[in-house]
């Protein structure tokens, strides 16, 4: 299991390197400050400090949930959007990472 998290960890500290315009470190503390969010809801809430589409964020999100791992999804019917969650077990790490980065966390 500690495999995994390290795996984890170090993809995390990757894809928070290469954030050149804090676009992935905000949507990274919105997952931290947020019990649970959509697409839709997450953009909109970064879309007030960054011009971003929303196809961008549903491919940042895809990518977060696919590749890091340390999200979940669920959906509850075919008509119904996906929702999206952190991983409780990764939230300390995440936290982690993010204020190692920045000091502390940033907010929305």
């Not at 995994?4 to 997952?31: P, Y």
């Not at 549903?58 to 890091?68: D, E, F, Q, R, T």
Request: aromatic share 8%; net charge positive; proline share 1%.
């Amino acid at each position: 299991m500690d495999s995994i998290k390290s795996k984890i960890k170090r993809r995390l500290q990757t894809f928070i390197e290469l954030d050149v315009n804090g676009l992935r470190t905000h949507i990274l503390s919105v997952f931290l400050q947020v019990q649970k969010t959509t697409v839709d809801e997450l953009h909109q809430s970064i879309n007030s400090k960054f011009e971003i589409s929303r196809s961008a964020v549903a491919s940042m999100v895809g990518y977060i949930y696919s590749k890091l791992g340390i999200l979940r999804s669920y959906k509850e019917s075919y008509k119904t959007p996906i929702v999206y969650s952190l991983k409780e077990e990764y939230a300390d790490l995440l936290r982690t990472e993010l204020e190692s980065k920045n000091g502390q966390v940033t907010g929305i």
